[in-house]
């Protein structure tokens, strides 16, 4: 089957090797190339080196350990290649891991398996990755540290601001956004830049303060 040119470049990384075969043949069926597979963090890092993919998709645990190793090489592929989208995909919640990793930058995902019940939906989140927005499974909200910040930063939004938030953190575009609350792309646009303003973010490239937004949201959840 001939691979369309324009078809994002993906390696895929765990350890169980049907998981890894069948996700592998799933993306290509969805039209993705799939350049590398591995079974491990520094195969895993290797190919990111030698085959430039446009996106990961990793475990967390992976050997020798099981413990954390594609959650680091995560981090590391994020220092080395900041364009590559990064999809983590587990059996886990590692909750200080996980947010250190959203709060580094854009293009990134983090999902648990037992969760992805729809394909679409799945490569859906692919690609909003891939395209510069945040996506992040719910149930890390419920493994976030239990005291609420005293003063809820999200108090001073709006109900119309803390929408499209929430749409934010589904991984909806401005455009996508818009398309969702019928209004125009304009005042998406004002809704997120008083978002931002509101939760006090620093500043910063404006697709790494949507993850910070996003991650503002889900604390306070």
Do not use: C, W
């Not at 290509?28 to 597979?37: A, I, L, N, S, T």
């Not at 969760?115 to 690609?127: A, G, L, M, P, Y």
């Amino acid at each position: 089957m001939a691979v369309d040119e324009h078809a994002i470049r993906i390696v895929v990384a765990d350890d169980d090797v049907l998981l890894r075969e069948g996700l592998a043949g799933l993306l290509e069926q969805y039209g993705f190339e799939v350049v590398g597979k591995a079974g491990d963090a520094s195969e895993l890092l290797a190919l990111v080196r030698t085959r430039e993919p446009e996106f990961v998709i990793v475990d967390i645990r992976m050997p020798p350990t099981h413990s954390t190793e594609g959650l680091d090489a995560a981090g590391v592929i994020q220092k080395e290649f900041p364009e590559v989208g990064i999809l983590v995909l587990s059996a886990h919640v590692e909750v200080e891991d996980a947010m250190e990793l959203l709060a580094g930058g854009e293009r990134i995902g983090y999902l648990l398996k037992s969760r992805v019940t729809n394909v679409d939906e799945f490569i859906k989140s692919i690609e909003s990755i891939a395209g510069g927005a945040p996506v992040v499974d719910p149930s890390l909200i419920h493994e976030l540290v239990t005291a609420r910040r005293r003063n809820d930063p999200l108090d001073a939004l709006t109900p119309r601001e803390r929408e499209v938030l929430a749409l934010m953190a589904e991984g909806y575009s401005n455009a996508g956004i818009g398309r969702r609350l019928s209004v125009t792309g304009g005042t998406v646009e004002k809704h997120v830049n008083g978002i931002l303003t509101k939760l006090q973010l620093p500043e910063s490239r404006d697709d790494h303060r949507r993850v910070l937004a996003v991650i503002a949201f889900l604390e306070a959840r």
